[in-house]
């Protein structure tokens, strides 16, 4: 509507509503703005121009390294400007929990369409780095048959040392990548079992995503993971 988009208020609402906030007054600019909510009781935003790639694969620049890196020094950037903030409480600081091309906008740069911001923070909240960098590395890479877990291992190394790279300060904290395929293959059990329980209790978006066979095709990566985490983590590690 006009500058601004409505959306169902999500059920964290006045966390989301103070992150946004928070992002907006330190000069993050990687995220919509948190505008209120409307007289419908619809979480108002401000509209963030761009591209979202929603079809899967739709595009390869998307997935492409120099989208990698960007994608890294974004979430550099959030982490950093929620570390020791009350947001973060006793964490080590707010993760988005759900870092995925279909969350993220894209807009056009000389080296390809490069991530400018994240959509959808309605999961949000104190974490560890490396559960967001570890989520993003499986869902911008291929798992499962006919996928090479050298090149996973690769671009999720090339996301670590982005990370890294974009430390500012004296004291910078470094990832704890040589955790990174263990807390991936926690983050691909939790998917699939939250899609499961979320059927037995009959929500339709989880009874569709299971009858789809989504589920079964998450539990695939999760065995394909673990086939090859020493290939993997061997690539990540220094």
């Known amino acids: 509507m006009g500058d601004t988009v409505r959306r169902t208020a999500p059920a964290n609402l006045d966390f989301v509503g103070a992150l946004l906030h928070h992002l907006a007054?330190?000069?993050?600019?990687?995220?919509?703005?948190?505008?209120g909510v409307d007289a419908r009781g619809r979480q108002?935003?401000?509209y963030v121009a761009g591209r979202v790639p929603w079809r899967d694969r739709e595009d390869p620049a998307?997935?492409?390294d120099p989208a990698l890196v960007r994608l890294a020094e974004l979430i550099r950037r959030l982490h950093d400007a929620c570390a020791g903030t009350a947001l973060a409480g006793d964490a080590e600081t707010v993760c988005h929990r759900d870092l995925s091309p279909k969350n993220t906008v894209y807009r056009d740069s000389p080296t390809g369409p490069l991530p400018v911001a994240f959509l959808d923070w309605d999961l949000a909240g104190p974490g560890r780095r490396i559960e967001d960098v570890a989520f993003a590395g499986w869902h911008w890479a291929a798992l499962g048959e006919g996928a090479d877990p050298a090149e996973l291992g690769r671009r999720c190394r090339l996301l670590c040392d982005a990370y890294d790279a974009a430390a500012i300060g004296p004291d910078p904290v470094p990832l704890a990548r040589d955790e990174l395929v263990d807390v991936m293959l926690d983050q691909i059990e939790g998917t699939w079992r939250g899609i499961d329980a979320g059927a037995d209790r009959d929500?339709?978006?989880?009874?569709?995503?299971?009858?789809?066979g989504v589920l079964e095709g998450?539990?695939?990566w999760q065995d394909w993971l673990l086939t090859n985490r020493?290939?993997?983590?061997?690539?990540?590690?220094?």
């Open 25 to 35: 007054g330190v000069g993050a600019d990687l995220a919509p703005r948190h505008l």
């Open 44 to 46: 108002t935003l401000s």
């Open 62 to 64: 998307f997935f492409a």
């Open 203 to 212: 929500e339709p978006g989880m009874r569709g995503l299971r009858d789809a």
């Open 218 to 220: 998450v539990r695939h």
């Open 230 to 238: 020493r290939t993997v983590a061997a690539a990540v590690t220094p």
